[in-house]
C-alpha cells in the first residue's frame, strides 16, 4: 500500500502499483505486475527515480523558500526593532542633551541673576553707609554749631552782663545787633 485513500465505505484503501504508475506516466507496455512483484522495463526505474527526485528538489524547494521568508521576515523585524532601538536611545540622548542644556541655561540665570542682587544689595549697602555717613556729618556739623552757638550766646551773655553790671554801661545805648539772631534752643531733662 503506497498512498491511502478514504473508500465510500470509510476504511483506508491503498493504490494499486498499476494506477500509481499509470500517475507516474509510464505506458502500460512498461511494466508487468506479478502477484508480489513489479517487474519494470530498462530504463523504466531510472525515470521514476528521476521524477522522484524531481519531485522531492520542488519539494526542498518549496520547503527551503517558506523558511527563507520566515528567516527573513523575522530578520526584518529584528532589524527594525533594533532601528527602533536605536531612534530611541537617539532621541534619549537628545532629550538628555537638551535637558543638561535647559538645566546649565537655568544655572547659568540664576548665577546671573545672584550676582546682580549682590551687586545691587552691595550697592543698596554702599549708598546706606553714605547716607549714616552724611547724617552722622550733618549730625556732627548740627552739633559743633550748637556748640558754637552756645559759646557765642554765653560770651554775649557774659558780656552783656558785663555791659549791665558795669557803672560806664549806662550811658550806652543797648542796640540788637548785640543779640543772637536765633532764638536759643531749650533742653528738657
Not at 502499483?17 to 505486475?33: F, K, P, S
Request: glycine share 6%; net charge positive.
Amino acid at each position: 500500500m503506497l498512498a491511502a485513500e478514504q473508500s465510500e465505505g470509510g476504511e483506508a484503501r491503498g493504490i494499486s502499483a498499476e494506477e500509481l504508475l499509470q500517475t507516474c506516466g509510464v505506458e502500460a507496455d512498461g511494466y508487468a505486475i506479478g502477484r508480489t512483484k513489479v517487474f519494470l522495463r530498462q530504463g523504466i526505474l531510472q525515470e521514476l527515480q528521476r521524477q522522484r527526485l524531481e519531485w522531492i528538489g520542488l519539494r526542498a524547494v518549496h520547503v527551503q523558500a517558506l523558511m527563507r521568508g520566515t528567516m527573513g521576515r523575522r530578520e526584518a523585524a529584528r532589524r527594525r526593532e533594533e532601528r527602533k532601538r536605536a531612534a530611541e536611545m537617539a532621541r534619549r540622548r537628545e532629550e538628555e542633551a537638551r535637558r543638561r542644556a535647559e538645566e546649565e541655561a537655568r544655572l547659568a540665570r540664576e548665577a546671573e541673576e545672584r550676582r546682580l542682587r549682590e551687586e545691587e544689595e552691595a550697592r543698596r549697602r554702599e549708598e546706606e553707609a553714605k547716607q549714616r555717613q552724611q547724617a552722622v556729618q550733618k549730625a556732627r556739623a548740627l552739633s559743633f554749631q550748637r556748640r558754637a552757638k552756645k559759646k557765642v550766646r554765653g560770651r554775649l551773655i557774659l558780656t552783656l552782663t558785663l555791659i549791665l553790671t558795669s557803672p560806664s554801661t549806662l550811658t550806652l545805648p543797648l542796640t540788637t545787633h548785640h543779640l543772637p539772631l536765633c532764638a536759643p534752643h531749650h533742653r528738657s531733662t
